[in-house]
């Protein structure tokens, strides 16, 4: 073993072992009704009011950077009231 190859061989390890990818797969499992994240059980019903609340924040953060308050209150009431499912 040379150097180059010891460094090429470090670097294929290090590549391998922060591939998204198979992060992902080892931190999330799909069960029939249910998404282990981390070990943890999450309804699918949970996770899809999450994603609903994240994406009327995002809405209503890009038309507030647009300049469109009306419409960014609007999302924000929108994702206030999908936020309760949570609690």
Do not use: Q
Not at 44 to 52: E, F, K
């Amino acid at each position: 073993m040379t150097l180059g190859s010891d460094a090429l061989s470090i670097a294929r390890a290090g590549i391998a072992a922060v591939r998204p990818d198979a992060a992902v797969r080892r931190a999330l499992k799909v069960h029939p009704r249910a998404l282990t994240v981390g070990g943890t059980p999450m309804p699918l019903s949970r996770v899809a009011w999450i994603v609903t609340v994240t994406i009327a924040l995002v809405t209503a953060l890009l038309m507030l950077l647009e300049g469109y308050s009306g419409y960014a209150g609007v999302s924000l009431a929108v994702g206030a009231s999908a936020a309760i499912n949570l609690f």
